[in-house]
Nanobody, 122 residues
């Protein structure tokens, strides 16, 4: 079975940092991404990475960094300069269709983690 398990969420003050981890088991993914969803809002693309590319949502560019440890089959999201509007449940996802590009569309991702809450206080 395939599982994606996120960790690292929590409460942080504005301007602070957090690092999220997503450990995958059962298979490896060519393209992995992070999405977030705040109450009453649609799920939003945050960051994604493949073998050759990374991409970021406009609202996090310059603040968030996605990275990957292939030996551990784990993807990370380093979040810096956090803002209250970054508050959301963060999900990692695995995409089986994109080998070198990065998909920013949630519908193209095949497997999802359970999510981890990130709360940024002002």
């Amino acid at each position: 079975q395939v599982h994606l398990v996120e960790s690292g969420g929590g409460l942080v003050q504005a301007g602070g940092s957090l690092r999220l981890s997503c450990a995958a088991s059962g298979r490896t993914f060519s393209n992995m991404g992070w999405f977030r969803q705040a109450p009453g809002k649609e799920r939003e693309f945050v960051a994604g990475g493949s073998a050759a590319n990374t991409d970021y949502g406009d609202s996090v560019k310059g603040r968030f960094i996605i990275s990957r440890d292939n030996a551990k089959n784990t993807v990370y999201l380093q979040m810096n300069s956090l803002k209250p509007e970054d508050t959301a449940v963060y999900f990692c996802a695995g995409n089986l269709r994109y080998a070198f590009g990065v998909s920013t569309t949630s519908a193209t991702y095949d497997y999802w983690g359970q999510g981890t809450q990130v709360t940024v206080s002002s």
